[in-house]
């Protein structure tokens, strides 16, 4: 049998999450991977409501270090070179989105945002928008970052397993904005297990969005993946969130 090993090159063509294949080529599931796109387990078994999430890059010790100054260091100048890199993960949908979009930048919970002074997403979106009219001037991008809330903090779920963190974003989201009839352009720094994503795409699409499209700066893979002991069936994934090593 011929075995065929794809390199991490390859992601699931929904969320973008790193595939480690190792597949026949013969291989019935690969046939079916290869008719659909490839798609990650957790898309195969919960297909999430974004039609598809991008982002600029991984999160490496660069990004992670600017996104690290940007959220806590409060460096707000980031946010300009960090946009540009906003606008070319959204160039990245170019054909396949609408050139109409609503963009709503993932909210913060108000006690946070009001402890950092601003929410990083907004301002990544709105230096994004600005990039992408000088870029894209027949595109019509509209900033409604106020149709959404966030009613629950849920910051430290990183460690809960996929299902955790969903459960945990349950009702955490509202829509307050129109968003009937509109694709929606969600905007969020990093995309690490794609919950937030996911919760945010099924409250839009609840309030009559017609779809949702994902851009992040980052694509955190997974650090490591281990089974949790009270669910044998789920797993636990961890996510490399550090801070940068110094020098
Ligand atoms: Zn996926």
Redesign the pocket.
Not at 11 to 17: A, L, N, R, V
Not at 39 to 44: D, V
């Given at each position: 049998m011929r075995r065929v090993r794809l390199n991490t090159m390859i992601?699931?063509?929904?969320?973008?999450?790193a595939l480690n294949l190792d597949l026949d080529l013969e291989d019935a599931r690969f046939a079916g991977m290869l008719a659909q796109g490839f798609?990650?387990?957790?898309?195969?078994l919960a297909e999430?409501e974004f039609k598809r999430a991008v982002a600029y890059g991984s999160y490496d010790n660069e990004m992670r270090g600017l996104i690290h100054l940007l959220k806590f260091a409060r460096v707000r100048g980031v946010a300009r070179l960090l946009g540009r890199r906003m606008a070319e993960a959204v160039l990245l949908l170019e054909g396949e989105a609408a050139a109409e979009l609503m963009v709503i930048a993932v909210p913060l919970f108000k006690q946070r945002e009001r402890q950092r002074g601003y929410n990083q997403s907004v301002l990544l979106a709105d230096e994004a928008l600005r990039c992408l009219q000088q870029l894209r001037p027949s595109w019509r991008l509209t900033a409604a970052h106020e149709a959404m809330e966030r009613r629950k903090s849920t910051e430290s779920s990183f460690v809960l397993s996929r299902k955790g963190r969903r459960r945990n974003l349950r009702g955490a989201f509202h829509v307050t904005g129109d968003v009937r009839g509109r694709e929606v352009l969600l905007i969020d720094d990093i995309l690490t297990s794609?919950a937030t994503a996911r919760e945010c795409a099924r409250v839009l699409m609840r309030a009559g969005a017609t779809k949702v499209w994902v851009a992040t700066l980052a694509r955190a893979q997974k650090k490591f993946v281990m089974r949790q002991h009270e669910d044998p069936g789920e797993l636990v994934a961890r996510w490399d969130l550090r801070a940068p090593e110094p020098g």
């Open positions: 992601g699931c063509s929904k969320c973008g999450e798609l990650c387990r957790e898309c195969r999430p794609g």
